[in-house]
């Protein structure tokens, strides 16, 4: 079965779209054939050239682990080479790009991506990547306590669960972005790129604000990049969903919103490169979701006057359309009403499944992505093997040969040792047996 394509009608934290009142809708969708894992820089051919193999999304916290030399047991795709725990990488880069219809990128390499167990929404589908035991975040810490690791995204649940709490979630800055958004537009030179896009929109401001925290990030990498520990950065882009839900999949000002994306992750490329002298991997994961929006089905307005009831009072027909999949109630107890009205109206376009709280929909949505994890690689190594066997095999290997070859050599120079004219042993022997004829 395909995955959902899961448009939560409230994202919760730092967005600042809605408040109150939540009710959670899935509208069942497709996963798109031009999904893409983008490999910007290579480091010694870590990752294969054949592109045709397909990148297990789920697996994308151990696999980058694996670039860095360290083998897990959910690292089983085939098209990245298990790194040299001596000769690693500086640091590990990826930016994440999910929730849009279409986003391309020019890479060294590209891999056709496997969205099983993901679902579209930025929160869930980094919890499905990151959010599960060990991820590269907590291991790197725990194994190099000087490992700098940084996740970034508007998204402040999203941003703290690829960091696992062991990491650095910049999240909350977008607050402080919002409040000096013009100014930092111009210290970036991007006041003349954003035109098109409408400034005093709350979703659109944070956008921009979450590009600019990216660019703001990046800049501040270099005091951080000559540690010696293995660094990791993830930035997540959250907002661009919104963008797209904003002005339309075809409009000017979403490809506008696509265009400054490609542009900051390309500029961010080149200084991260620069920054560790080449010694960085940077990867792109872009998630790509098919099928039209529920803002454009024609029986929006239909449906908006049946939820009008529950709604809350300021939200008109215009909000209602332009900002779906987010949706403010009137009050908490309007939500199994407003489900049923909202199946009523687009039913028969959508598959629509609702929830009663964000919790339930993720524990949820976590048991699905546990059990697709689960059956890309069912015979994958034994559960009992430690996942620190490959560089404590390799310690030991370089021990057990160093105290062989040390014992070849001394039983080598005993073997050939020569007792004869020019030891020690005969030239006192030879003293003693002279003055023993002298007498």
């Known amino acids: 079965m395909l995955p959902k394509l899961v448009l939560p009608l409230l994202v919760v934290g730092i967005f600042g779209c809605l408040n109150a009142h939540k009710l959670t809708v899935e509208f069942v969708g497709t996963p798109s054939a031009n999904s893409r894992f983008y490999v910007l820089h290579d480091f ?27 083998l897990k047991d959910g690292a089983g795709w085939a098209g990245v080479t298990l790194g040299n725990l001596f000769s690693r990488p500086y640091a590990t880069v990826l930016f994440v790009v999910d929730g849009v219809t279409s986003f391309d990128m020019v890479a060294e390499k590209s891999f056709l991506v496997d969205q099983s167990g993901l679902t579209g929404s930025v929160t869930d589908d980094m919890a499905a990547m990151f959010g599960k035991g060990d991820n590269i ?55 003349t790129v954003v035109k098109g896009l409408d400034l005093e ?40 969903k919104d963008v797209e839900l904003l002005y339309g999949a075809g409009s000017s000002q979403l490809q506008i919103a696509t265009q400054l994306v490609r542009q900051t992750i390309n500029e961010a490329r080149d200084d991260l490169v620069a920054c560790y002298k080449g010694n960085v991997l940077v ?29 809350s009072p300021e939200v008109t027909e215009a909000d209602f359309k332009r900002k779906l999949p987010h949706l403010q109630l009137a009050s908490e107890g309007h939500s199994g009403l407003a489900c049923d009205a909202l199946k009523a109206g687009l039913g028969k376009t959508f598959t629509v499944q609702c929830f009663g709280g964000q919790s339930n929909s993720r524990s949820l949505r976590q048991t699905s992505s546990v059990s697709a994890a689960s059956s890309i690689f069912p015979d994958n190594v034994a559960e009992d093997r430690s996942e620190l066997f490959a560089p404590i095999f390799i310690m030991w290997l370089l021990v057990l040969l160093s105290v062989g070859l040390t014992l070849y050599a001394v039983s ?28």
């Open 44 to 70: 010694h051919n870590t990752y294969s050239n054949e592109e045709e193999t397909t990148f297990p999304a789920l697996q994308v916290s151990d696999l980058l682990l694996k670039t860095m030399g360290i």
């Open 137 to 191: 975040a907590q291991h790197l810490s725990n194994l190099f306590g000087g490992s700098y690791t940084l996740s970034v995204s508007a998204n402040e649940e999203a941003a703290e669960v690829a960091s696992n709490g062991r990491a650095y979630s910049r999240s909350a800055d977008v607050d402080k972005r919002l409040k000096s958004l013009k100014s930092d537009l111009r210290t970036y030179g991007l006041t």
């Open 201 to 240: 929109d709350k979703c659109v401001a944070t956008f921009l604000a979450e590009v600019v925290m990216v660019k703001k990030t990046v800049k501040e990498v270099k005091s951080y990049a000559k540690d010696g520990a293995p660094d990791v950065l993830v930035f997540t882009f959250s907002t661009l």
């Open 283 to 311: 990867q792109s994961l872009v998630l790509l979701w098919e099928g039209s929006l529920p803002q454009h089905s024609t029986n929006m307005k239909d449906t908006y006057q049946a939820l009008k009831p529950y709604l």
């Open 412 to 439: 080598w120079w005993m073997w050939t040792l020569d007792p004869g004219r020019d030891s020690v042993i005969y030239r006192n022997v030879a003293d003693v047996t002279a003055a023993a004829k002298s007498r």
